[in-house]
Nanobody, 120 residues
Framework: QVQLVESGGGYVQPGGSLRLSCAVS????????MKWHRQAPGKERELVAT????????NYADSVKGRFTISRDNAKNMVYLQMNSLKPEDTGVYYC?????????????WGQGTQVTVSS
């Protein structure tokens, strides 16, 4: 059974920092691209950051470039999102996502989400 469990969300003032974690089990972790998405109230879910299976290649939404850093530890089956210089517009539910293209097909899994609130 595949599980993605996010943690680390919370309430922070503008300019503050948070580190989100996602613990992954039940799949061959380094075969999967890992992503963080977020969904603000009343808005569609948006892709925030992506990291390839090797951890070498990363991509970010323009809105978070220079402020957020995605990383992974393939030995621990963990993916992280370090969020600095947080803004109120970063508020939302943050979801961990695993995407794999294996010989047997395309596989995609989601976590349950963790709430991030940036407010003074």
């Amino acid at each position: 059974q595949v599980q993605l469990v996010e943690s680390g969300g919370g309430y922070v003032q503008p300019g503050g920092s948070l580190r989100l974690s996602c613990a992954v089990s039940g799949l061959t972790f380094n075969s999967y691209t890992m992503k963080w998405h977020r969904q603000a109230p009343g808005k569609e879910r948006e892709l925030v950051a992506t990291i390839a299976g090797s951890g070498v290649i990363t991509n970010y939404a323009d809105s978070v470039k220079g402020r957020f850093t995605i990383s992974r530890d393939n030995a621990k089956n963990m993916v992280y999102l370090q969020m600095n210089s947080l803004k109120p517009e970063d508020t939302g539910v943050y979801y961990c996502n695993a995407l794999g293209f294996l010989w047997s097909g395309r596989y995609e899994y989601w976590g349950q989400g963790t709430q991030v609130t940036v407010s003074s």
